[in-house]
């Protein structure tokens, strides 16, 4: 498996509070994306980020942030979280664009 | 949509059948993905095809790729009950940085 791991797997936060959930890579991959997946969405893209401190948007980005400060860490965060959040969100790793993609295990976020 | 669209959204065989899905699209590609997804885990890639290709196999897994149509077929040979889970093309697309993916085709197969 590649070295991909999201934390926290599962968390419960309340409307209107900060939320970061955090990325880890082992593999020295360029790209790396948070997507969020809903019941008959399919995954849908928020942000993504090709180099430290290079992000762009995805098509769900509003309500979303995110950092790349160092090649294996990627943050997402909820700046204030709404009940619309709720998803299970998932980091993905490529080595270059357009390439086989690395998925995490998935957080599961319910906001209430 | 910049979506591919599988069909069908859900299918049912018995084990040792063969298991077909399909994915279509709309736009301009340099090459389709498959990916496999167990119950409550992340995405496995399964196979690559690029767009100058027309068929690819990898194991029980055979992959075809019209861009004339602008579709793709994913074919599962002598399924297993291990190979229950939901299937989703993706597509990276000329001149994006990530990949596309569709809503998944939910596959079960019954020992």
């Known amino acids: 498996d590649a070295g991909i791991t999201q934390s926290p797997r599962h968390k419960v936060t309340e409307t209107g509070t900060p939320v970061t959930l955090r990325c880890h890579q082992t593999e020295n991959h360029r790209y790396m994306y948070w997507y969020r997946q809903d019941p008959g969405h399919g995954l849908r893209l928020i942000h993504y980020?090709?180099?430290?401190?290079?992000?762009d948007k995805g098509e769900v980005s509003d309500g979303y942030s995110v950092s790349r400060s160092k090649t294996e860490d990627f943050l997402l965060t909820l700046e204030s979280a709404t009940s619309s959040q709720t998803s299970v969100y998932f980091c993905?790793?490529?080595?270059?664009?357009?390439?086989?993609?690395?998925f995490g295990q998935g957080t599961r976020l319910t906001v209430v | 949509s910049q979506q591919g669209e599988e069909d069908p959204q859900a299918l049912s065989i018995q084990e040792g059948e063969n298991a077909t899905m399909n994915c279509s699209y709309k736009?301009?590609?340099?090459?389709l993905q498959w990916y496999r997804q167990n119950s409550g885990r992340g995405l496995v890639h399964l196979i690559l095809i690029r767009s100058n290709e027309r068929e690819k196999h990898s194991g029980r897994l055979r992959v075809t790729l019209d861009t004339s149509k602008k579709s793709s077929s994913l074919l599962i040979t002598a399924s297993r009950a291990a190979d229950t889970a939901s299937y989703f093309c993706?597509?990276?697309?000329?001149?994006?940085?990530?990949?596309?993916f569709g809503t998944g085709t939910r596959l079960t197969v019954i020992p």
């Open positions: 980020s090709y180099g430290v401190k290079d992000t």
């Open positions: 993905a790793i490529s080595l270059d664009r357009g390439l086989e993609a690395f």
């Open positions: 993706a597509l990276d697309q000329t001149g994006a940085n990530n990949l596309f």
């Open positions: 736009t301009s590609i340099n090459n």
